[in-house]
């Protein structure tokens, strides 16, 4: 076998994440190595740390990015905020609250499941009957922005019913993070994880995590060891907090985080609100594509996600061989139907640097082309 270099096409990603990086992000990513204790690093983490409080609307001191994908952002929620005997309630309207589930049960504690329909919202009156009938539970945790369905959920109303019953939230927003309202402190959100790849539109492989000081009390009161050492946070903290005394804890991925702090930067620049309408108008240009296409959504328009536009595959045509078509004929990238709706919807994302209007005429075109 010959190996040579491997030199990747440049593709158009409209699908669930990775999104397109802009070329001043992988610019970043491109520059010397330095150590990951150099004071100018350290220096560039607490910028980083500043700008992620921006993209989450948090002045949480705890705010820093894990040095791996969004399912680790989740699994440090969990590992650090949940302890062998809990009680959370789980909301699962998709793939990802399952995950939760999974989570939750791993750490030795009950989940208290609350199901919604795929491509529903998580509901908040069974939430609350949940937690009247689960007085001993202690968090509830749920998906903000599912990308496995579309929908959008309503973080705030059910940050507030925690809150009233006593809990904390453990909320995902790996895909919710600079596409839509997130506004952390005003919601009063406890744990929050994102991912890089989503609407960051950075390299993936890091989750930005927020938690709030009322996590933090619950974390500094655990009774025993969390089980996971590196997604321990209280170890980790020694490495992302200041006081120029930075201890080692692992050696961070350097050059991804130039690349974080290039796309945060990007974000603060444009502006949070900017970036939310942006995407809110790059989704209503290709909704209407779409349904001059007559391609339906799957998702009531109050809940729909702006970035990530979970389709019905026609009646009748090949999803698999559509999706072969886009990439290989016009190197774009649209994402399956996943878990109960794989081979049965398309998911196009309008992700960050990719919810732009070049994008949207692209694969308007490249469909219309493809369905005939
Ligand atoms: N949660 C949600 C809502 C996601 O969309 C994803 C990834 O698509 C994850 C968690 C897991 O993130 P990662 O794939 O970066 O581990």
Not at 186 to 192: F, I, R, T, Y
Not at 227 to 253: C, I, M, N
Not at 322 to 334: G, S, T
Not at 338 to 363: S, T
Request: glycine share 8%.
């Amino acid at each position: 076998m010959t190996i040579s270099r491997f030199i990747p096409p440049q593709r158009t990603l409209m699908g669930p994440g990775p999104s397109d990086v802009s070329p001043r992000v992988l610019q970043a990513l491109a520059q010397p190595t330095i150590g990951h204790l150099d004071p100018l690093f350290v220096g560039m983490m607490d910028e980083v740390k500043a700008l992620l409080q921006y993209a989450f609307q948090t002045e949480n001191a705890f705010t820093i990015a894990v040095s791996a994908p969004g399912s680790a952002g989740m699994e440090t929620c969990f590992v650090n905020l949940i302890e062998p005997g809990d009680t959370v309630i789980v909301c699962r309207n998709g793939v990802f609250g399952e995950r939760m589930r999974e989570n939750v049960e791993r750490c030795g504690a009950t989940a208290v499941m609350v199901d919604d329909e795929w491509g529903k919202p998580v509901d908040p009156a069974k939430v609350e009957a949940a937690l009247k009938a689960n007085p001993e539970a202690s968090v509830v945790a749920f998906v903000h922005a599912e990308t496995s369905t579309g929908a959008l959920s309503d973080a705030k109303t059910l940050s507030a019913l925690a809150r009233e019953h006593d809990c904390l939230t453990i909320v995902d927003a790996v895909t919710s993070l600079g596409g839509v309202p997130l506004l952390v402190d005003e919601w009063q959100l406890d744990a929050v994880y994102s991912g890089s790849q989503k609407c960051l539109s950075c390299v993936p492989g890091l989750s930005p995590v927020t938690f709030s000081p009322r996590a933090v009390e619950k974390m500094q009161q655990r009774t025993g060891k969390v089980q996971s050492w590196f997604l321990d946070q209280s170890l980790v903290l020694g490495y992302w907090s200041g006081e120029g005394k930075r201890s080692y804890h692992h050696t961070a991925p350097v050059n991804s985080l130039y690349a974080l702090h290039e796309s945060l930067l990007m974000l603060k620049e444009e502006g949070l609100e900017n970036a939310w309408q942006r995407h809110r108008d790059m989704h209503e240009l290709l909704k209407a594509e779409l349904e001059a296409l007559g391609v339906n959504f799957l998702v009531e328009p109050d809940h729909r996600l702006p970035q990530l536009n979970a389709v019905a595959v026609p009646e009748g045509v090949d999803d698999a061989a559509v999706r072969a078509k886009l990439l290989n004929d016009y190197n774009l990238e649209i994402g399956a139907g996943l878990g109960a709706l794989a081979g049965k919807a398309w998911r196009i994302g309008l992700m960050g640097y990719a919810a732009k209007r070049e994008n949207v005429a692209l694969c308007a075109k490249a469909l219309k082309d493809v369905l005939g």
